[in-house]
């Protein structure tokens, strides 16, 4: 008995100090594989630090060389315009309804640098068909269109307070004179007295720029030009004409502007004497919600030299309502048309309806209808479709 | 121990001219000329030692038994077989280049991100670190191994990545959500991590709240000091538009200044140069919101509006188109920028700085 309690006592350690071995060495090749393992994550680990170096060091230089052709590409000559076909149907004509291409305009601008900018348009209207000679037998009448440079100015603008513009611009004068174009505006026919109180371009230098007021800016323009009549080459007197625009954004509505027009030139020509003319405008536009309105008037008073002074006058109230993409309104128009030679007044009124459809940002459909009467005469009817592209950005 | 047991043996039978005790370890050896029943003061002795024996073996036993349970604590915790490390993913190989576009992840993931911006666990599984280590035991053939290896303690790089980042990310910080799982809305900061632990740049109160009061202006042409307003890291809500300028850019804004902006009237900063008005596209959800609250018009009057600035030569300023993630970045690069984007898009006020936002 006492024999089996001692063997018992020996060799039980024995077999115990066995298995420690085992699991120490199991222990050790763990640790082993787990250095390993360390390892290999530490090599991981550099592996992506470098990776994220690379990786930043390429995004940075892929982020300047973007910067510079950007800068580049902006530093180029834009070329924008627009372009508008129409389908029109006049009652007073004898034509039948035709098809034309109304415009085909180039604009050519350079932002040279921040503060000096070129601007040209070239306009190609009622889309002259250069091979074709005036009289020939297959161009009867005006088959030739016109071709003109309608604008091309160098502006120089240090900041936004005050900028100076110098060369052939549309004068500055109410809304319609400047915004004209028929992708943003709703008629392809323009109201009636536009263009012919105030002229519609000025070859001279203009003043302009923005002033803070409180709240809101005062958008000026004042310029001096060669006055109407005068060609591209040379003034047709000594005199020039003088002009000013000023126009307040009206703070309580989005797109709201109230201003004024002033001009004075010295007409001269064969067709009448040397006539000093004043014209003078006002306008108003804003927009509240999906509502925009419109109006214009103005008028000009004539003092011939050695004659009777007269005035001419017109107006329009136009109003509009978005319908989503659409756009429908009315717009009531009145112009009081002098005659010189007879001395007589004639009032020309129009009612006008028309609905737009922008399908893009950059081409919009148009329908419209005007009726004009003369003196309460019978009317005529206009109705046009047409498609304006604007061919910018 | 055997060789007293030996000497037990052989001294077996033999005249002993004394007797000897002998202690020392838990063994007595008696020796004795002749076997004799033990007297009743022997069988005393002999529970005496039989005693002794069990003692020495508790603690014998003890003491292995400690020794034992440690190892085998050990070794529990340690997997019978280490995964090894798996190389690094392609996308992270030395020469790799991964995207830069990924630092402009969204830091926090908001249902609403409709401004083409992915999902943050999208566009982060390229370069999540933890995942190397993960999907490294997740593709081990041995898939006992890779249960064991799923068992420890993950071993957590995302911390180093977010320093080997911080690093190499002077201006464009790592996003947490980059190197982290993405974190659910609305918790987003609610347990910063310790190394990714930055100025809040979500908080709860709108400093550039359109109804607050802005610390200057009527216009930005009266401009504010080139000073750090009290707000250098203003706080804005992680849903919602924010506006922002280049970090170096202390100009302040009104609701009106901004609308001016990007209407035109306002062209220039105070110093002079040209504002670089960067626009989200046309069909941008965000810029519907941004063109109805901002400048009270559709995206699309506005875009005609400008063309038609445009094209009667009365633009003084032009306005570039970008998407939300290149904003961030051009404005960060371009210090006449000014733009707008989802609040969540920010994940860096170190670079850009946001003047207004619009809840």
Redesign the interface.
């Known amino acids: 008995m006492?024999?089996w309690?001692?063997l018992v006592?020996?060799i039980?350690?024995a077999f115990?100090a066995a298995?420690?071995d085992n699991?120490?060495a199991?222990?050790k090749r763990?640790?082993q594989?787990?250095e390993?393992?360390i390892q290999?994550?530490q090599?991981?680990?550099d592996?992506?630090?470098?990776?994220?170096?690379?990786?930043?060091k390429?995004?940075e230089l892929?982020?300047?060389t973007t910067?510079d052709l950007?800068k580049q590409l902006?530093s180029k000559l834009q070329v924008?315009?627009?372009a508008d076909v129409e389908l029109r149907n006049d009652t007073r004509a004898d034509d039948p309804p035709s098809f034309r291409i109304h415009h085909f305009s180039l604009?050519l601008?350079k932002?040279v640098d921040?503060h000096w900018r070129t601007?040209a348009e070239i306009e190609y209207e009622d889309a002259p068909r250069m091979e074709f000679t005036p009289g020939a037998p297959d161009c009867q009448g005006d088959c030739s269109g016109q071709i003109f440079l309608e604008?091309m100015?160098v502006?120089y603008?240090?900041?936004?307070?005050v900028?100076v513009r110098v060369g052939r611009?549309?004068t500055p004068a109410g809304i319609w004179s400047?915004?004209?174009?028929p992708?943003?505006v709703a008629t392809q026919e323009r109201p009636l007295h536009i263009y012919q109180i105030f002229p519609q371009l000025v070859d001279g230098a203009l003043l302009h720029g923005?002033l803070?007021i409180?709240?809101t800016?005062l958008n000026y323009d004042v310029y001096v030009g060669n006055g109407e009549g005068s060609s591209g080459h040379a003034d047709n007197n000594s005199k020039k004409a003088f002009g000013m625009r000023a126009a307040v954004?009206l703070p309580w509505a989005?797109?709201g502007e109230l201003g004024v027009s002033a001009y004075t030139d010295t007409l001269t020509g064969t067709s009448q004497p040397e006539t000093n003319k004043f014209a003078t405008g006002i306008h108003a536009k804003a927009?509240k919600g999906q509502v925009a309105f419109q109006t214009e008037l103005a008028s000009a008073r004539y003092k011939p030299k050695d004659g009777t002074a007269y005035t001419t006058a017109g107006y329009y109230v136009q109003l509009g309502v978005?319908i989503s993409?659409a756009t429908i309104g009315y717009r009531y128009d009145y112009f009081e048309e002098y005659d010189m030679p007879s001395t007589t007044t004639t009032d020309l009124r129009r009612n006008s309806i028309f609905a737009n459809y922008?399908v893009h940002?950059?081409i919009v459909l148009k329908l419209e209808q005007h009726r004009t009467t003369r003196d309460h005469a019978n009317g005529a009817n206009l109705t046009l479709a047409s498609i304006a592209v604007?061919l910018?950005? | 121990?055997?060789v007293l047991?030996t000497q037990l043996h052989r001294t077996n039978g033999r005249a002993a001219p004394r007797q000897r005790r002998t202690t020392g370890s838990?063994?007595v050896v008696f020796r004795s000329t002749k076997v004799e029943p033990p007297e009743p003061r022997s069988g005393v002795i002999?529970i005496l030692i039989?005693a002794l024996?069990a003692v020495?073996?508790w603690l014998?036993?003890t003491s292995?038994f400690a020794?034992?349970s440690g190892?085998?604590t050990?070794?529990n915790s340690?997997?019978?077989?280490?995964?090894?490390?798996?190389?690094?993913p392609s996308s992270?190989?030395?020469?790799?280049?991964?995207?830069?576009v990924i630092i402009h992840r969204p830091l926090v993931n908001t249902e609403n991100d409709t401004d083409g911006i992915e999902p943050v666990a999208e566009t982060a599984t390229e370069?999540q670190?933890e995942q190397?280590?993960t999907t490294a035991a997740a593709t081990n053939t041995d898939a006992a191994n890779a249960d064991a290896a799923d068992q420890r303690a993950p071993?957590d790089?995302s911390h180093?990545?977010a320093q080997?980042?911080a690093?190499?990310?002077p201006m464009?910080e790592p996003t947490a959500t980059a190197f982290t799982p993405a974190p659910t809305v609305g918790a987003a900061h609610t347990t910063p991590d310790p190394i990714l632990a930055r100025p809040p740049i979500v908080g709860t109160d709108n400093t550039f709240a359109p109804d607050s009061t802005p610390v200057v202006v009527?216009?930005i042409?009266?401009v504010a000091p080139p000073q750090e307003t009290p707000n250098t890291k203003p706080a804005h809500r992680a849903s919602g538009l924010v506006v922002i300028v280049n970090k170096a850019n202390f100009s302040a804004f009104t609701r009106?200044d901004i609308s001016?902006i990007y209407r035109d009237?306002?062209?220039?900063w105070p110093s002079?140069?040209?504002i670089l008005v960067l626009n989200l596209p046309?069909d941008n959800g965000e810029r519907q919101r941004f063109s109805t609250e901002i400048?009270?018009?559709s995206p699309?009057?506005a875009?005609?509006?400008w063309?038609?600035r445009?094209?009667?030569?009365?633009a003084?300023n032009?306005y570039?188109t970008k998407n939300a993630d290149v904003v961030v970045?051009?404005i960060q690069?371009?210090p006449n920028a000014i733009g707008y984007v989802p609040a969540a898009a920010i994940s860096d006020t170190d670079s850009v700085r946001v003047v207004f936002s619009i809840p």
Do not use: W
């Open positions: 006492r024999k309690l001692v006592v020996a039980h350690p115990a298995d420690t699991d120490e199991e222990l763990r640790l594989q787990l390993q393992q290999t994550l090599k991981n680990h592996t992506l630090a470098s990776s994220i170096a690379k990786t930043l390429a995004g892929a982020q300047d910067l950007e902006h924008s315009g627009y604009i601008t932002q921040p601007f604008a100015n502006d603008s240090p900041s936004d307070t900028g611009f549309f400047i915004e004209h174009y992708p943003f923005a803070p409180v709240d800016f954004q989005a797109r927009r978005d993409a922008r940002k950059n604007y910018g950005e | 121990m055997k047991a838990s063994l002999l039989l024996i020495g073996a014998f036993f292995l020794q034992r190892i085998s050990l070794l340690v997997p019978a077989s280490i995964a090894p490390a798996s190389p690094a992270i190989a030395a020469n790799a280049v991964l995207q830069p370069i670190p190397t280590a071993i790089t180093a990545a080997i980042l690093e190499h990310l464009l009527a216009s042409s009266a009106a001016n009237r306002i062209t220039r002079g140069e040209r046309l400048l009270d018009m699309l009057d875009a005609t509006e063309s038609n445009t094209i009667t030569n009365r003084q032009e570039r970045s051009y690069h371009h």
